[in-house]
């Protein structure tokens, strides 16, 4: 990754670095375990041209080995590290991951499927950003049936409230089941519990939602609450 010294400031490139989060390098410099050229410091504004001047704890600040992680997310966890609820929280899964790593978006406590951390802010920017337009599908199960008529009503977009307009590019339903109907979706964005907001409005709840593939990435035949690491990410993702 190539630095842009003159746009970054202290807390960003220590993020940037794949060190910690922004929150806790702001939290490092306040307690005055960060030092630029042996001076320590305590502006988390202060702008640096080069990342070789920085210390943290002591230590010279280095590049982090980068690392791409799939987790099969069951359902009935939360992705943050800490709840203020004492809910059971996804890093339950990654006790033996010794870096700092983020989740790339969310799932939400009753969803499951696939679920990428990393400690490549970049990687996570485009994977997360609604410009690059990466692609996300899901399996669905959702009250009722579905028709082909449901089908082409939905791929034309659903207001689903708050201003927003669902509009999966693709939908495809896979089964008939109980009363119940399974699809695939695929979006090309992450609205905030966008499938589930957007089923609603059909009147048809969603009973069950799992994330199959992320952009390159498939669920495959990983294990609910098991992970596998991705030796190298595409480049055009980084």
Known sequence: ??????????????????????????????????????????????????????????????????RYII??????????????????????FLKDVNDWVFPVGRLDLDSEGLLIFTNDTRFGDVLTDPKY???????????????????????????????????PVHLKVLAAKEGCALIEITLSEGKNREIRRLFECLGKPVKQLKRIKYGPFKLGAIKPGKWVEIKDAPSKLR
Do not use: W
Request: charged content about 30%.
């Open 133 to 167: 337009g990466i692609e996300r599908t899901y399996e669905v199960l959702v009250e009722g049936s579905l028709r082909s008529e449901d089908v082409r009503h939905i791929l034309k977009g659903v207001d689903i409230g708050c201003g927003e307009i669902a509009k």
């Open 71 to 92: 987790l099969n997310k069951p359902a009935g966890y939360v992705t943050t590290r800490v709840d203020e609820l004492k809910r059971p929280t996804v890093y339950e």
């Open 1 to 66: 990754m190539i630095f842009d010294m003159a746009l970054h400031n202290i807390i960003r490139t220590i993020s940037k670095s794949g060190l910690c989060s922004r929150k806790q390098a702001l939290l490092l410099v306040q307690e005055g375990k960060v030092r630029v050229g042996g001076k320590v410091i305590l502006d988390p504004g202060l702008k640096v041209d080069h990342p070789g001047k920085i210390t943290v704890n002591g230590k010279p600040l280095g590049q982090k080995a980068k």
